[in-house]
């Protein structure tokens, strides 16, 4: 196998509609991959049928009794099953733009210290129009755990190549978390160095009644949070500032969902913690209108 080779892990769940593009967008890389890893996590749709017209270009694989157990277990899956050097991981719906793993590979090879590369990113509808950009313009790669634990930058997993022994120092996903990717980012970032390529080089899809549109994406962040400052000392006005972000999440969905009483305490609770932040989000609200 050749230094930097690079496998593909593509967790599926009832993903008919898009997963050919998607393959498509992998096998159209002009840096080819040394494997793809689609794991097909309980479909009740024709996902496994679309994947069987792929089945001389992917691994195709499943748990026992093929049942649905989520995106954690489905990502560990694929990783405990790799063989190359690289992990790029690829939502069933998402697309990369065929420089993506080139211009990732590129990294690695040329920054030994780097055991993590993203990109920027296009949000995409159902009809792959593009609807905005995360983020939005460059930003900056600081290499400070503090960072990914306050606001998590790298929003979607398809933008993300790592180094495969990197999991020999974190370990897998979690498999009781919405946010299992925000988790493992941050525990990447207390190993390990970033690097952030300022190019479009993925899309991810936008649709309705997506994970990240649950509430409990928020409240597993006071789980991930209590977490983190257990293995690194991030400090209490870390842990105020993370949690004053999470309550304000947590009032914004819910004044959206008319729970106003849980909004307004959530709001509050958010103030409390953080009042300058709390004071800078009422100023930019009071300058919109």
């Not at 017209?53 to 195709?60: A, D, K, P």
């Not at 995106?71 to 899956?77: E, F, V």
């Not at 690097?195 to 899309?203: D, G, M, R, T, W």
């Not at 409990?216 to 949070?225: A, K």
């Amino acid at each position: 196998m050749p230094d930097n080779s690079v496998s593909v892990i593509i967790p599926c769940y009832n993903s008919a509609k898009f997963i050919e593009k998607t393959l498509n967008s992998v096998l159209d890389q002009t840096y080819k991959p040394f494997e793809i890893l689609v794991i097909d996590d309980g479909s009740k749709d024709a996902t496994r049928e679309i994947l069987e017209r792929y089945s001389s270009q992917v691994r195709i694989l499943c748990h026992p009794n093929n049942i649905n157990l989520g995106i954690g277990a489905s990502m560990n899956l694929g990783v405990q099953e790799v063989k190359a050097d690289l992990i790029a991981f690829l939502d069933s719906d998402d697309l990369w733009h065929p420089m993506k793993l080139s211009e990732q590979v590129e990294i690695f090879s040329t920054h030994p210290k780097v055991g993590l590369a993203y990109t920027n990113v296009n949000v995409i509808d159902e009809k792959d129009k593009v609807l905005y950009e995360i983020p939005p313009g460059d930003i900056t790669e600081f290499n400070e755990p503090i960072k990914i634990l306050l606001k998590c930058y790298i929003r979607t997993a398809s933008s993300v190549m790592v180094r495969r022994n990197l999991f020999q120092q974190t370990g897998l996903f979690r498999t009781d978390l919405f946010a299992a990717d925000h988790d493992m980012w941050i525990r990447m970032g207390e190993k390990t160095h970033f690097y952030f390529i300022p190019k479009y080089l993925a899309s991810h899809r936008k649709r309705q009644g997506q994970v990240s549109a649950k509430r409990q994406l928020w409240e597993d962040g006071f789980v991930i949070l209590q977490e983190a400052c257990k293995r690194y000392p991030y400090g209490n006005a870390v842990k105020r500032k993370r949690r004053a972000v999470l309550h304000y999440r947590l009032g914004e969905y819910d004044w959206r969902h008319s729970n106003y009483f849980r909004s307004l305490l959530n709001l509050f609770l958010s103030g409390i913690l953080d009042p300058f932040r709390a004071l800078g989000v009422m100023s930019n609200r009071l300058l919109e209108k």
